[in-house]
């Protein structure tokens, strides 16, 4: 069978590395991390709920189970076109490459004066660390706000934002000591989580009103300070800690490499995830394809990356390049699987969210959606370990 080396251990190149397995190819997988991170349930990390431990899945566990040979190393280039990969202790070639390093962050004047829950993950320990200080204060000011990329609006991670700040509000009421701290929430755009359509844009209001949750919205961020966030207009929010996720943008490594990029440094794919050079006029198959957040994605103006659709899209690929290896015509593609499926979990209950192209929805759930959204990180990481059996589809 052909050799497939995969580059990233997150959920788009474990899922792939397990769907190849299962169709008998030798598949390799790269990772500068000896874990995968499960980001969805990190967010119970800065109050406690969960510990660092509960949300890694060690990636040799994983090797075991389903069979893939796995590299510690850190990919430093890619040379696609010679079908080589450089990484910083060897150089590896492939005959398919499936690319699922995820993304880069939009870099803004000050930023280190924040701390993220969707970057590195050992920020998820500072983020409780700066929260418990404040809490040993007494009180103070907690600023949580997520930004965008004008050039690829996709590529943003908004209901982390929203999870963390109403967990937060969440665990300062059972304390006793809410009304001591001041929490608000930003965003350079006017309407922030318009993606999930007008109805939950309406139900996000209401949250903060019902919370006494202050806004900020719809001012471009000119500058992260250690105090505070500066606006345009001189608008100035005074915080003493500040979290912020930035939008993603093309990984470095992608900017050094011959792979064709769009305007934000995301690696341009067809639908089915091969990566496409503009300027190859001999129609020879390179073999290529990139997945998840490393991806440029096509599709409805409401899209937006995450984590299952990232794994759709390794399921088709292993699907495609078994196609291609036996001659099959067929293809799976991944546009029309795009929609927006979350449960936005507030510690106290949640919020089912789902958007496609005919509809946008927003439900409440009180504590059994908290609980429902417990339940799927359990799921994940046993079905993932091959403890109980995987849910079709999920």
């Given amino acids: 069978m052909a050799k497939v080396l995969i580059l990233g251990g997150g959920f788009a190149g474990v899922e792939a590395a397990i769907y190849l397995r299962k169709n008998n190819f030798e598949v390799t997988l790269i990772s500068d991390r000896d874990y995968l991170y499960v980001y969805p349930t990190s967010i119970w990390i800065p109050t406690g709920e969960s510990s660092f431990e509960d949300i890694c899945i060690p990636l ?50 000050g930023i280190e004066n924040t ?12 983020i409780k660390d700066r929260i418990d200080s404040l809490i040993a204060k007494g009180g103070g000011k907690i600023a949580m706000g997520f930004g965008g990329n004008p050039k690829d609006p996709s590529n943003v991670r908004g209901g982390p934002a ?3 700040l109403f967990n937060v509000h969440n665990r300062l009421k059972k304390l006793g000591i809410r009304d001591k701290f001041e929490l608000t929430f930003f965003a350079p755009m006017k309407e922030p989580g318009a993606r999930m359509g007008p109805q939950a844009l309406k139900m996000m209001d209401m949250f903060f009103k019902k919370l006494n949750i202050k806004s900020q919205v719809g001012k471009k961020i000119l500058e992260f300070r250690a105090d505070g966030v500066l606006f345009e207009d001189d608008i100035f929010l005074e915080s003493d800690f500040t979290m912020f996720i930035a939008a993603g943008d093309g990984h470095e490594v992608f900017q050094d490499s011959d792979l064709p990029l769009n305007e934000a440094g995301l690696i341009k ?25 490393s991806a440029a994605l096509d599709g409805p103006d409401w899209k937006a990356k995450q984590g299952h659709i990232a794994e759709v899209m390794a399921r088709n690929t292993a ?14 593609g991944y546009e029309h699987h ?20 005919k509809r946008g929805m927003m439900i409440p759930m009180p504590i059994f959606g908290h609980w429902m959204k417990q339940g799927w990180g359990w799921y994940y990481k046993n079905s993932k370990l091959g403890k109980i059996p995987r849910i079709p589809g999920m």
């Fill in 115 to 126: 701390l993220t829950i969707c970057g590195e993950p050992t920020e998820s320990l500072k």
């Fill in 338 to 357: 795009l929609n927006i499926l979350c449960v936005m979990d507030s510690g106290d209950g949640a919020a089912f969210v789902y958007r496609n192209n």
């Fill in 269 to 293: 794919i067809n639908d089915y995830c091969e990566v496409m050079h503009d300027y190859d006029e001999t129609g020879e198959r390179y073999n290529v394809f990139a997945v998840g957040d």
């Fill in 60 to 109: 040799e566990q994983l090797q075991k189970v389903h069979g893939f040979e796995l590299i510690i190393d850190k990919v430093e280039s890619i040379k696609s076109l010679e079908k080589k990969i450089y990484c910083k202790n060897a150089t590896y070639e492939f005959e398919y490459l499936v690319i699922a390093m995820g993304s880069g962050k939009v870099k803004h004047k």
């Fill in 319 to 332: 699907f495609n390049i078994n196609a291609i290896e036996n001659n099959i015509e067929a293809r799976e």
């Fill in 162 to 164: 929203f999870e963390v």
